[in-house]
C-alpha cells in the first residue's frame, strides 16, 4: 500500500507549469525527502496533496483512494509554508484553535498527546514569539499531527534550525514514523540533514519528477567509491580506465573508481604497472554531491532514474 500515488499530476499559473505530469510515489511509513531547486514544484505539488490548490489534471491516490475522499482528507495533516500562529498567545492557545477548528473530540487530550510527540509537553504555557525557531517550528508539527492524521507533509521544516534544533527535529520526525505510524514528506534544501532521515527520495526538476529511489538503492548503487593518488596522475587515471569502467578525477585531486571493487586490488593492479600510490582510502558520496551531479547531468554515480517505485511496494 502506498501512502501517495501521483500520476501525470499538472498545475500552471498563468500559462507556465509549476508542475508538469509530475509522478511520485510515497510508501506507507516512509520519511521521503522532496527536493529541488527554488522554483522546482516541491511547495506547489505539496498544496496539491493537500488540497490546498486544484490541479489542471493528473491523478492524486492518498492510501488507495482519490485525495477528495472526505475519509482521506482527515489523515492527512500538513505544515506548508507556515504554522499561521497567533504571537502572542501560548503555545496550548494557538493549538486549542486549530483542534476546535478541527472538531476535535477530546481537543485537551489531543493537544497534550501531540506536544509529547514534538517534546513540548512542558512549553504549553510559553507565547508563541518567545518560542524559539526550533520550537515554532516543531508546534507547527503539532499542529499538522492534531487529529491524529496517518500522513503529514512538511514544507522545510529543518531550515534554519541550530545542531540541537536539527537534532530534536529528528528525532521527532524518525518518532513520528517509527512509533506513531506516520509517512511523512518532508521538502528540504538542507541535504545533509535530510539523508540522516529519509527513507525514500524523490528530485523535482522543473515540476517534473526526474528521479525516485530509496536511501537504501542511494546507498549501494551507487555511493561508494575508492580514492586515491599518485605522482602521476593522468597516466594512473589513463591505466585505470584500461581496467575499470568508472573512473573520475575530483575536485580535491583523487582520482575515484566507483566500480565495486576493493582496494588491495587497485593496489596490485596499478603496482604491476609501475606505478605507486601516495594515498588510497574508500569514501562516499553523500546525497548532496549525488544531486549536484543529478542537476549538472554528470553520470558518475549511475543513479536509479525512475517514476516510481518498485511493483512489490505497490501491491503491498
Ligand atoms: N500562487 C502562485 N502564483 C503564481 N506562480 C506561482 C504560485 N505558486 C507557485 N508559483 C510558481 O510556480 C513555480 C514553482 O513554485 P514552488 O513554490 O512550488 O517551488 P518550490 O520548489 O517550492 O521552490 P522553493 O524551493 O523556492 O520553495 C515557481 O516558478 C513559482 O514562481
Ligand atoms: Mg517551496
Do not use: W
Not at 42 to 63: A, R
Not at 131 to 148: E, P, T, V
Not at 153 to 173: C, H, K, S, T, Y
Not at 267 to 273: E, Q
Amino acid at each position: 500500500m502506498n501512502a501517495i500515488e501521483i500520476r501525470n499530476l499538472s498545475k500552471s499559473f498563468r500559462g507556465m507549469y509549476a508542475v508538469d505530469n509530475l509522478n511520485m510515489t510515497v510508501p506507507v511509513g516512509a520519511i521521503y525527502g522532496f527536493i529541488g531547486e527554488n522554483g522546482s514544484g516541491k511547495s506547489t505539488t505539496e498544496k496539491l496533496i493537500c488540497g490546498h490548490l486544484v490541479p489542471d489534471g493528473g491523478e492524486i491516490k492518498l492510501f488507495g483512494r482519490d485525495y477528495t475522499d472526505a475519509g482521506v482528507r482527515v489523515r492527512v495533516g500538513a505544515l506548508i509554508e507556515n504554522a499561521g500562529c497567533f504571537p502572542g498567545s501560548s503555545v496550548y492557545q494557538n493549538l486549542m484553535m486549530q483542534a476546535i477548528n478541527l472538531n476535535l473530540e477530546n481537543p485537551d487530550e489531543e493537544i497534550r498527546r501531540v506536544l509529547k510527540i514534538v517534546r513540548m509537553e512542558d512549553s504549553a504555557k510559553i507565547k508563541f514569539k518567545s518560542c524559539s525557531l526550533g520550537m515554532k517550528q516543531r508546534i507547527g508539527i503539532a499542529m499538522a499531527l492534531l487529529g491524529n492524521p496517518t500522513l503529514i507533509v512538511l514544507d522545510e521544516p529543518i531550515n534554519g534550525l541550530d545542531a540541537d534544533g536539527m537534532r530534536i527535529m529528528r528525532e521527532v520526525l524518525v518518532d513520528i514514523t517509527s512509533n506513531y505510524g506516520c509517512t511523512v514528506v518532508i521538502s528540504s534544501h538542507v541535504l545533509g540533514e535530510l539523508e540522516k532521515i529519509a527513507t525514500h527520495y524523490g528530485i523535482v526538476r522543473g515540476g517534473k519528477m526526474i528521479a525516485e529511489m530509496t536511501a537504501e538503492e542511494l546507498e549501494t548503487s551507487c555511493r561508494t567509491y575508492v580514492a586515491l593518488q599518485a605522482k602521476d596522475m593522468s597516466r594512473t587515471k589513463a591505466i585505470l580506465s584500461t581496467k575499470y569502467s568508472r573512473v573520475e578525477e575530483d575536485e580535491a585531486g583523487y582520482i575515484r573508481v566507483y566500480d565495486k571493487v576493493i582496494p588491495e586490488d587497485i593496489v596490485n593492479y596499478l603496482y604491476s604497472n609501475d606505478i605507486l600510490i601516495s594515498e588510497i582510502k574508500t569514501d562516499k558520496i553523500g546525497l548532496e554531491e549525488y544531486y549536484i551531479n543529478l542537476m549538472n547531468g554528470g553520470n558518475s554515480c549511475a543513479p536509479t532514474r525512475r517514476s516510481h517505485f518498485s511493483s512489490k511496494n505497490k501491491e503491498e
